[in-house]
């Protein structure tokens, strides 16, 4: 693969998470039902939340703590040109305090965030929780450690249990990075199902369950998306979050168009699951995949891009030991 196919693949995993989350934002915490008669129709672009809405002071085109978080961890990355857990956790602090109002941060963010406040260290400062607001912080890990796995699980690991403790969020933790890694890395003759079959087989000695629900979600691809989502379930947790993205990839792993408002339409963690949506097909298909009009309105579209660059620099200059088949 060449630098500017590998940068764009980059950027496209970063581009495109932020733009999942924006697009979702608005439909976070609601049921398919609640979407269409707050905004009459199924969610098609950006759109300001209700009145009443937690996010309703958000213009358009803006993301929540998901991706805000995200690219604390990138920056931090970048700052350091290593894992440093510590560095990671003062980044995260720093968001706690600084981010006025935050944005539909999740509980064990906060929580982990609060005993950070408190000088706990790193290792510490975890709470036992299985949701997934450890895991939407790894594409930028999945990114910068891509040619080395081991390395890039251990990062994943270290970078999870500032915030999350519990099995199911560790084995989140590392199938994002995994995946994204693996994705951006990702060659013609890869199949995306294999591609997060082996992911699977990475996370299975962490949380079994996580590895069953990625192996299962290959198998629904023929069912419409209405449909496998009600059976995944689109809530903040781990072990539905993770899966239900993965699922929305898979059915359209080249369309960010179709595969992110699929995830949107669902509801419930829309924002979480929209944007770790985007973040895989962006990795696989390249920035060039996402809509021109999207990558121009999303909030600091251009930071966005400035820190998939970078990563894909750094990643580039690593030794390289490719974790895709």
């Not at 970063?14 to 697009?23: E, K, P, Q, S, T």
């Not at 759109?47 to 703590?65: E, I, K, N, V």
């Not at 903040?236 to 993770?242: C, G, K, P, R, T």
Request: hydrophobic residues 45%; aromatic residues 6%; charged residues 20%.
């Amino acid at each position: 693969m060449n630098s500017k196919e590998f940068t764009s693949r980059c950027v496209g995993a970063i581009v495109g998470f932020a733009i999942g989350d924006a697009l979702g934002m608005p439909a976070e915490f609601l049921t398919r039902d609640q979407i269409r008669r707050y905004y009459g129709k199924a969610i098609t672009g950006f759109l300001r939340a209700h009145q009443g809405h937690a996010s309703d002071f958000l213009p358009p085109g803006s993301y929540t703590d998901d991706t805000q978080m995200m690219l604390a961890t990138a920056e931090c990355l970048i700052e350091c040109q290593k894992m440093d857990p510590a560095r990671q956790g003062d980044a995260l602090l720093s968001w706690y305090l600084n981010t006025v109002p935050h944005r539909t941060p999740m509980r064990a963010n906060i929580r982990a965030c609060k005993h950070l406040s408190t000088g706990r260290a790193w290792t510490k400062s975890g709470v036992f929780s299985g949701g997934c607001g450890a895991a939407v912080r790894m594409p930028p890990i999945g990114l910068f450690f891509c040619r080395g796995p081991e390395t890039l699980i251990k990062a994943a690991l270290d970078d999870c249990i500032i915030t999350h403790t519990e099995p199911r969020a560790r084995a989140a933790a590392v199938a994002v990075a995994c995946l994204v890694a693996r994705l951006a890395q990702a060659t013609e003759k890869c199949s995306p199902g294999d591609q997060v079959l082996e992911t699977a087989d990475r996370v299975a000695p962490i949380d079994e369950d996580m590895a069953a629900m990625l192996r299962w979600v290959t198998q629904i691809t023929h069912l419409p998306p209405e449909e496998a989502l009600f059976e995944i379930g689109c809530s903040s947790d781990a072990l539905e979050a993770i899966p239900a993205a993965t699922y929305c990839f898979l059915k359209y792993p080249r369309q960010f168009h179709n595969a992110v408002l699929a995830a949107v339409s669902a509801g419930d963690a829309a924002d979480s699951v929209a944007a770790l949506t985007g973040s895989f097909v962006g990795a696989l298909a390249g920035v060039e995949a996402i809509p021109q009009s999207w990558r121009e309105q999303v909030e600091n579209g251009d930071l966005l891009v400035a820190v998939g660059e970078r990563l894909a620099s750094l990643a580039s200059a690593a030794p390289a030991q490719s974790i895709a088949s």
